[in-house]
C-alpha cells in the first residue's frame, strides 16, 4: 500500500480530504504535547548530562515542534486545498515526522549512557508515552505513525532490551507488546475509520443522488419538457406570489400552427414550438417570464411600475410581430402568428382564476378582431362572454327541443331566370326573437355543436326538397373546422340514404380558406362525396387563398364569387375587373359560376353579360319556408323585383 493515496477514486479523495482535516485538528495538539514531554525529559535528566542535552535539545524540539504546529495552524484557517496541494501536505506529515522522531529518539540515545537506572527508566518511559501519544493522534494516517513508533520509540527500547539488567529489560519487553498491541489497534482503527469515510462517501453520494433526482422531479413538475420554458404550474405558483407587485399577465395562442403541424408533421410541429420558444424568452429577455402551457399556447408574466401598463402593451406588440416573422425549420420557411391577450393585476383582478380567464377573454377577443394582433382585456368583454355562453347553453337545449330549422333561398338562373336550387340556411327561434346564423354558428362551431346542426338541418331539409322537382337542388356550407372530422363525408351520405334524397341534387359548398386550413382531409372529404355523386362548389372565391392547383386538383363543379364583390360592382372599377378575371378564368376551366347578394337589376344584368351562369340574393327572394318555395315552384311567383328583371332577359 502506498504511504498516501493516489486521490484517483471518490473515496481515495474522501480519505485523504478526512486525513487533512483530523491532521489539522490533532498535529498541533501533538507537537504541544511533544513539547510538555520533551520540557519534562530534560528537567528529570537535568544534572546527569551536559546542558546542551537536557536544555539546549529541549529547546530545538520546542521550536521545530511549534513551527510545525503554527504552519497547521494557518492551513486551518484556508479552504480545503486541492488533493494535488493534500497529498504534499501529507508527505511533508511524513518526513516531519521521521525527522522529528528521529531527533527525539536520537537525544534519548545520547541522554541513556550518562543516566542512572532511575533516569534511564524516566527516559524510556517518557520517549515512549510521547511515541504512543503522537501516535494516536496520528492514527487517521498510519504511514506517519508507524514511523513515530519506529523512529522515535524503537531505539530506547532496543537499548533497553540491551542494558543487561533485568528491570530495564522487562519495561523494553512491556514496551514492545504496547507497541504491537497498539499497532494492532492502528489498523483496525484505521480499517473502521476507511468503513467510517467509504459510509459518508456512499451516504453524500445518495443524497447528491436524491437532491439531483428532486431537482429532475421539480424541473418536471414546473419546465415544459420540450421547449425548457416553465409550465401551467409554475405560472400558477408566480401568480400565487406576485401580489405584492403590479404586473401583466398575457396569453398567447399560435395562429395557423396547426396547419403545419398537421401538413408537415409533428416533429416539425416540435421545433416550430422551440423556436417560438425562444424568441418568446428574446423579447422578454429578463424582465418578466415565458412559459408554455400546452399545445401552441404560450403565457408571459412582466412586471411594470405603478401607472405604466404601456410597458405591457409594448412587450405584447413586440411579440406579435417577432412571431410573425417567417421561421426557417430543415430549409423550408414556415409562417404562422401569434394573437395576444392581456390583463393586469390588479386592475383586472386579484385572484389567480380571474386573471387568467379575463387575459383568455382579451386573446379570444383578439382572435375574433382577424388574429395577428393583441387585445387588452376591457370590462365589456366579460359581458360579451357570458352573452356567448348563454347562448351556447340555450343552443344545446335548442338542438334537443328542435328549435333550429331550415330556410331555403333560390339560386337562380341568369339566361333563362328558372330556379336552379336553394342554398340551405339555418335559423334560430327563441324566447327574445329570432337570431341569425352570423351570431350561433361562430358559437356552435368553437363547442363542437355545429355538425350535429347541419346534419339535423339537412335531414329535414332532405325531407322537404325530395319532392320538389328533379331540377331542383339544395347547397349547404361546410366550415373549414367541420372538414376535420374524417366521418364527416359518410355523416352527409347517410343523411342522404336515410331520406332517399338523391346525391346529384345535393351541393356541398367550401371555402377557399378550408384548403389552406386542412387540404388533405378537404381532398379526401370531397373526394368521397364526389364518389357518391354529391356536386361541389367553392365558395367566397376571390377572398382567400385559394390557387388556380387547388381549382385543377379538386373535382369542383361550380365558382360561387363573394357578395363583396357584386355589391360595389357599378360603383368600384376594381371589383369589376376582379369579378370579369374570375369569370374568365371559370370559363377556362369550363366552370359555372354562382353570385352572391345579387340585390339589384343593374349587378344581375351586368353579371349575366359578363357570363355569370347563376345568381342567389334578394332580388331573387329572401330565404323561404317550405310552404312558400313549394308555392314558388308550384305557381312560379316571384319577388317584383326579378320579375322584372325575367322580362328583361325573356325580351
Known amino acids: 500500500m502506498r504511504l498516501v493515496r493516489t486521490g484517483r477514486t471518490k473515496l481515495d479523495r474522501a480519505i485523504l480530504t478526512e486525513q487533512y482535516r483530523v491532521l489539522g485538528q490533532q498535529v498541533p495538539l501533538m507537537y504541544v504535547l511533544v513539547f510538555i514531554d520533551a520540557l519534562f525529559l530534560g528537567f528529570a535528566t537535568h544534572g546527569s548530562a551536559s546542558p546542551r542535552l537536557t536544555i539546549g535539545a529541549p529547546l530545538v524540539l520546542g521550536i ?72 494516536y493522534c496520528l492514527q487517521t494516517f498510519p504511514a506517519a505513525a508507524r514511523l513515530v513508533l519506529c523512529c522515535g520509540a524503537l531505539p530506547v527500547t532496543l537499548c533497553l532490551l540491551g542494558s543487561g539488567d533485568w528491570f530495564l529489560t522487562g519495561l523494553g519487553i512491556d514496551m514492545l507488546i504496547v507497541s504491537g498491541v497498539v499497532l494492532r489497534m492502528f489498523e483496525t482503527g484505521y480499517a473502521g475509520f476507511v468503513e467510517v469515510i467509504a459510509s459518508r462517501a456512499d451516504m453524500l453520494a445518495e443524497q447528491r443522488r436524491a437532491r439531483l433526482a428532486e431537482q429532475r422531479a421539480h424541473q418536471l413538475a414546473y419546465h415544459d419538457p420540450l421547449t425548457g420554458l416553465p409550465n401551467r404550474r409554475a405560472l400558477t405558483e408566480y401568480l400565487r406570489v406576485a401580489e405584492h407587485e403590479t404586473f401583466g399577465l398575457m396569453l398567447v395562442d399560435l395562429d395557423r400552427f396547426k396547419s403545419i403541424n398537421d401538413v408537415h408533421g409533428h416533429p416539425i410541429g416540435d421545433q416550430l414550438l422551440r423556436a417560438v420558444a425562444g424568441r418568446l424568452s428574446w423579447v422578454v429577455g429578463v424582465a418578466g417570464h415565458s412559459y408554455r402551457l400546452g399545445g401552441d399556447e ?51 383582478g386579484r385572484e389567480a382564476d380571474t386573471l387568467m380567464r379575463r387575459a383568455d377573454v382579451a386573446l379570444y377577443q383578439a382572435k375574433e378582431a382577424g388574429r395577428g394582433r393583441y387585445c387588452a382585456f376591457a370590462a365589456q368583454m366579460d359581458a360579451e362572454i357570458r352573452r356567448r355562453s348563454n347562448i351556447e347553453a340555450e343552443m344545446r ?5 328542435g328549435h333550429f330549422y331550415p330556410r331555403y333561398q333560390p ?38 355543436l355545429l355538425n350535429k346542426l347541419m346534419l339535423d338541418l339537412l335531414l329535414r331539409a332532405c325531407a322537404d326538397a325530395r319532392e320538389w322537382p328533379a331540377a331542383v337542388g339544395i347547397a349547404i356550407n361546410i366550415s373549414p373546422g367541420q372538414l376535420r372530422d374524417t366521418w364527416l363525408s359518410h355523416k352527409i351520405l347517410s343523411v342522404l340514404a336515410r331520406t332517399g334524397f338523391p346525391p346529384h341534387r345535393l351541393t356541398v359548398e367550401i371555402t377557399e380558406n378550408a384548403l389552406i386550413v386542412d387540404a388533405d382531409k378537404a381532398h379526401q372529404a370531397i373526394e368521397s362525396l364526389k364518389n357518391q355523386g354529391v356536386q361541389l362548389a367553392l365558395d367566397d372565391f376571390g377572398t382567400g387563398y385559394a390557387s388556380i392547383q387547388h381549382l385543377r386538383m379538386l373535382p369542383f363543379d361550380k365558382i360561387k364569387i363573394d357578395r363583396s364583390f357584386v355589391d360595389s360592382l357599378s360603383e368600384d372599377a376594381e371589383a369589376l375587373r376582379i369579378v370579369r378575371a374570375i369569370l374568365g378564368l371559370a370559363a377556362t376551366l369550363d366552370l359555372p359560376v354562382v353570385a352572391e347578394g345579387v340585390e339589384t337589376i343593374e349587378a344581375a344584368e351586368t353579371l349575366r353579360a359578363l357570363g355569370c351562369a347563376e345568381g342567389q340574393g334578394y332580388l331573387f327572394g329572401h330565404p323561404m319556408d317550405k310552404a312558400e318555395v313549394e308555392q314558388w315552384l308550384a305557381d312560379g311567383k316571384v319577388p317584383p323585383a326579378a320579375e322584372q328583371f325575367i322580362r328583361r332577359i325573356g325580351s
Request: glycine share 8%.
Open 411 to 448: 339560386i337562380v338562373d341568369l339566361r333563362t331566370g328558372n330556379v336552379r336550387g336553394f342554398e340551405l340556411l339555418a335559423r334560430w327561434r327563441r324566447e327574445q326573437g329570432e337570431i341569425g346564423p352570423d351570431q350561433f354558428i361562430p358559437i356552435a362551431e368553437e363547442c363542437g
Open 397 to 401: 337545449d335548442a338542438l334537443i327541443e
Open 64 to 135: 521545530a515542534a511549534a513551527i510545525r504546529s503554527l504552519l497547521w495552524i494557518r492551513r486551518r484557517r484556508d479552504v480545503i486545498p486541492s488533493l494535488r496541494a493534500i497529498r504534499r501536505y501529507l508527505i511533508g506529515t511524513i518526513v516531519a515526522a521521521a525527522v522529528l522522531s528521529l531527533a527525539f529518539g536520537g537525544w534519548a540515545l545520547l541522554l541513556f549512557p550518562e543516566a542512572d537506572l532511575a533516569r534511564r527508566t524516566c527516559i524510556a518511559l517518557y520517549i515512549f508515552i510521547g511515541a504512543i501519544t503522537c501516535c
Open 298 to 348: 404560450f403565457a408571459i408574466s412582466i412586471p411594470f411600475a405603478a401607472g405604466d401598463p404601456d410597458r405591457v402593451r409594448s412587450v405584447a406588440h413586440a411579440i406579435v410581430r417577432e412571431v410573425g416573422r417567417p421561421f426557417l425549420i430543415e430549409d423550408r420557411m414556415h409562417h404562422i402568428g401569434a394573437s395576444v391577450g392581456i390583463a393586469l393585476y390588479p386592475d383586472d
